[in-house]
Protein backbone atom coordinates (compact mmCIF):
# COMPACT_ATOMS: atom_id res chain seq x y z
CA UNK A 1 0.00 0.00 0.00
CA UNK A 2 1.33 3.60 -1.07
CA UNK A 3 1.09 5.52 2.04
CA UNK A 4 0.79 8.88 2.03
CA UNK A 5 0.68 11.83 5.25
CA UNK A 6 -1.28 15.02 5.42
CA UNK A 7 -0.42 18.32 7.15
CA UNK A 8 -1.21 21.83 7.16
CA UNK A 9 -5.07 21.75 8.51
CA UNK A 10 -6.19 24.57 11.01
CA UNK A 11 -8.58 26.47 12.48
CA UNK A 12 -9.26 29.34 10.47
CA UNK A 13 -11.75 32.09 10.12
CA UNK A 14 -14.51 32.33 6.76
CA UNK A 15 -12.68 33.92 4.04
CA UNK A 16 -9.72 32.90 4.99
CA UNK A 17 -6.69 30.27 3.50
CA UNK A 18 -4.88 27.50 4.18
CA UNK A 19 -2.59 24.66 2.46
CA UNK A 20 -2.60 21.35 3.10
CA UNK A 21 0.84 19.39 1.88
CA UNK A 22 0.41 15.80 1.25
CA UNK A 23 4.07 13.59 1.36
CA UNK A 24 4.86 10.03 0.95
CA UNK A 25 5.79 8.03 4.19
CA UNK A 26 8.74 6.85 2.47
CA UNK A 27 10.63 8.73 -0.36
CA UNK A 28 11.37 5.46 -2.10
CA UNK A 29 7.60 5.74 -3.96
CA UNK A 30 5.90 8.53 -5.55
CA UNK A 31 2.19 7.43 -6.39
CA UNK A 32 1.04 9.09 -10.31
CA UNK A 33 -1.96 10.45 -9.02
CA UNK A 34 -2.78 11.99 -5.45
CA UNK A 35 -6.34 13.30 -4.32
CA UNK A 36 -8.19 14.68 -1.50
CA UNK A 37 -10.86 13.60 0.33
CA UNK A 38 -12.65 15.22 3.13
CA UNK A 39 -15.42 14.39 5.43
CA UNK A 40 -17.58 16.39 7.90
CA UNK A 41 -19.08 14.15 10.41
CA UNK A 42 -22.51 14.13 9.14
CA UNK A 43 -21.83 14.14 5.92
CA UNK A 44 -20.94 11.37 2.90
CA UNK A 45 -17.03 11.28 2.34
CA UNK A 46 -16.59 13.08 -0.89
CA UNK A 47 -13.17 13.76 -3.57
CA UNK A 48 -12.54 16.98 -3.04
CA UNK A 49 -9.43 17.48 -6.11
CA UNK A 50 -7.16 15.03 -7.77
CA UNK A 51 -3.90 15.69 -9.53
CA UNK A 52 -1.42 13.59 -11.34
CA UNK A 53 1.48 13.95 -13.99
CA UNK A 54 2.37 17.31 -12.59
CA UNK A 55 -1.21 18.21 -13.65
CA UNK A 56 -1.84 16.70 -16.82
CA UNK A 57 -4.41 15.53 -15.05
CA UNK A 58 -6.42 17.04 -12.78
CA UNK A 59 -9.83 17.81 -11.32
CA UNK A 60 -12.00 19.18 -8.71
CA UNK A 61 -15.22 18.55 -7.49
CA UNK A 62 -17.76 21.86 -8.27
CA UNK A 63 -17.82 22.86 -4.35
CA UNK A 64 -14.61 23.84 -4.33
CA UNK A 65 -13.80 24.91 -8.24
CA UNK A 66 -12.27 28.24 -8.53
CA UNK A 67 -11.02 28.73 -4.61
CA UNK A 68 -8.91 25.04 -4.13
CA UNK A 69 -5.92 24.81 -6.13
CA UNK A 70 -4.35 21.34 -6.12
CA UNK A 71 -0.42 21.10 -7.65
CA UNK A 72 2.35 18.37 -7.43
CA UNK A 73 5.84 18.76 -7.95
CA UNK A 74 8.30 16.18 -9.04
CA UNK A 75 10.74 17.82 -7.46
CA UNK A 76 9.50 17.37 -3.66
CA UNK A 77 7.31 15.22 -3.81
CA UNK A 78 4.90 17.27 -2.37
CA UNK A 79 0.89 17.75 -3.10
CA UNK A 80 -0.24 21.27 -2.47
CA UNK A 81 -4.01 21.90 -2.09
CA UNK A 82 -4.43 25.62 -1.77
CA UNK A 83 -7.58 26.60 -0.16
CA UNK A 84 -8.68 30.14 -0.38
CA UNK A 85 -11.73 32.00 0.65
CA UNK A 86 -12.43 28.94 2.73
CA UNK A 87 -16.22 28.66 4.32
CA UNK A 88 -18.04 27.00 7.16
CA UNK A 89 -18.97 24.43 4.91
CA UNK A 90 -15.52 23.35 4.08
CA UNK A 91 -15.17 22.26 7.58
CA UNK A 92 -13.60 18.60 7.71
CA UNK A 93 -11.46 16.10 7.76
CA UNK A 94 -8.99 16.16 4.77
CA UNK A 95 -7.44 12.55 3.91
CA UNK A 96 -4.62 12.51 0.99
CA UNK A 97 -4.99 9.39 -0.39
CA UNK A 98 -3.30 7.63 -3.70
CA UNK A 99 -6.25 7.61 -6.37
CA UNK A 100 -7.20 6.10 -9.58
CA UNK A 101 -5.46 8.18 -12.43
CA UNK A 102 -7.97 9.92 -14.73
CA UNK A 103 -11.01 8.88 -12.73
CA UNK A 104 -13.60 11.12 -11.84
CA UNK A 105 -15.26 11.11 -8.71
CA UNK A 106 -12.24 10.34 -6.64
CA UNK A 107 -11.45 6.32 -6.26
CA UNK A 108 -9.00 5.35 -3.85
CA UNK A 109 -5.72 3.40 -5.30
CA UNK A 110 -5.88 1.52 -2.13
CA UNK A 111 -7.88 0.81 1.05
CA UNK A 112 -5.83 3.05 3.38
CA UNK A 113 -7.02 6.45 4.55
CA UNK A 114 -4.57 7.57 7.13
CA UNK A 115 -5.08 9.90 10.00
CA UNK A 116 -6.04 12.81 7.58
CA UNK A 117 -5.73 16.37 9.00
CA UNK A 118 -8.25 18.52 10.84
CA UNK A 119 -9.40 21.99 8.89
CA UNK A 120 -11.92 23.90 11.30
CA UNK A 121 -13.54 27.10 9.31
CA UNK A 122 -15.45 29.28 12.03
CA UNK A 123 -17.82 32.00 10.99
Known amino acids: QVRLVESGGDTVQAGGSLRLSCVPATDRYTTPCVGWFRQDSDKEREGVAG????????NYADSVQGRFTISQYNTNNTVYLQMNSLSPEDTGMYYC????????????????WGQGTQVTVSS
Open 51 to 58: IGFDGGWQ
Open 97 to 112: VAVQCWKWPLRRYNDY
